[in-house]
């Protein structure tokens, strides 16, 4: 019985905690019509690595590169490919040594810049 009591007071407390922040219209003091809602976009840092081109593939836009260690995303030495542009893949062919910038987006990584090693 007090078990049951206790499970309808709570329930009741619960529900008129509810009830009370519905009928809530507004903070007074509290004006956010000038605050803005969306965070500034922020754009993914750019690491710096060289490597080796493996492959070249125009029509998806990818250069395959083996790279050696990047610190700057805690990447060991792999092969794998990036997104690149018609201008990028234009300047380098397989077997290239390449000096490369690229922002990583989630599982995307996108060449901002590649050289040709000097």
């Given at each position: 019985m007090k078990l049951t009591l206790i499970a309808v007071a709570s329930t009741v407390v619960a529900l008129s905690f509810a009830v009370h922040a519905e009928d809530m219209p507004?903070?007074?003091?509290?004006?956010?019509d000038d605050a803005p809602m969306k965070q500034p976009a922020t754009q993914a840092p750019v690491a710096k690595a060289a490597g080796t081109v493996e492959a070249i593939d125009s029509e998806k836009h990818t250069v395959t590169i083996a790279h050696g260690a990047v610190p700057a995303v805690q990447w060991p030495p792999m092969i794998m490919g990036f997104r690149a542009t018609e201008a990028q893949l234009a300047g380098v062919k397989v077997g290239d040594q390449v000096n490369f910038e690229f922002q990583l987006a989630g599982s995307t990584a996108t060449l901002v810049s590649i050289d040709l090693a000097k």
């Open positions: 507004g903070m007074p003091g509290m004006k956010m």
